[in-house]
């Protein structure tokens, strides 16, 4: 079972916790990882693109230009899609790009790129988050804690984080999540992750 060591705000070692096996313990699985983060940039386009059909450009009333005599090909608009300011005739409409995974891989996605920080020692945890609300002071935790990357820092809802919150919000690299808001994208696009000492056990019962 994964152990790591509980740090304090100055990166001080307090004591051992041994985390859940099952979620931050097991095999990554590199397919599900993939379908999970996939999906979810999947679900985060937009799907606001859209293209003028023959049937929505402007003009195109009259007939361009004679049926016969011409050595043209008959054209009944100068909207067809062939013609230059015409529609255009298999573009892009405004369409939903989301999709769902089975529950049971998405859980796998997740306890697998949980398990990937445990793995590579970029998961990292402290006793809580109780701190002054200013930036500068959360610079100096995140310098003791050695982290100059992305990181993502975890707690509980009912843990008093509203300082750390305020602090941290205007650091680029960082990103405050629950335990419950955790998920795969962020996880993997993270170079570390910091949970609390309660969230860290949350988790584990949680996505267990």
Do not use: C
Not at 140 to 156: E, N, P, S, Y
Not at 175 to 180: A, P, Y
Request: proline share 3%; aromatic share 8%; hydrophobic share 40%.
């Amino acid at each position: 079972m994964p152990t790591v060591k509980v740090l304090s705000l100055k990166g001080e070692e307090l004591r051992d916790i041994v985390l859940s096996d099952e979620v931050f313990g097991i095999e990554p699985h590199k397919q599900a990882l993939f379908d999970a983060v996939v999906m979810q940039q999947a679900s985060r386009r937009q799907g606001t693109h859209d293209t003028k059909t023959r049937g929505e450009v402007s003009g195109g009333g009259k007939k361009p230009f004679r049926q016969k005599g011409t050595g043209r090909a008959r054209q009944g608009s100068s909207r067809e899609v062939q013609m230059r300011g015409g529609g255009i005739a298999f573009g892009p409409h405004p369409r939903t790009y989301g999709y769902k995974l089975n529950r049971k891989v998405r859980r796998l996605a997740l306890k697998s790129a949980l398990s990937q920080h445990a793995l590579d020692s970029t998961l990292k945890v402290v006793e809580n988050y109780n701190m002054e609300a200013k930036t500068k002071e959360f610079v100096k935790v995140m310098k003791a804690l050695g982290l100059d990357r992305k990181t993502i820092f975890v707690a509980t809802v009912e843990e008093d984080w509203d300082n750390a919150f305020l602090a941290m919000r205007n650091i680029p690299n960082a990103l405050f999540l629950t335990v419950e808001e955790l998920n795969t994208y962020d996880l993997v696009n993270a170079d570390a992750v910091v949970f609390t000492e309660e969230a860290a056990k949350l988790a584990g019962e949680v996505w267990a």
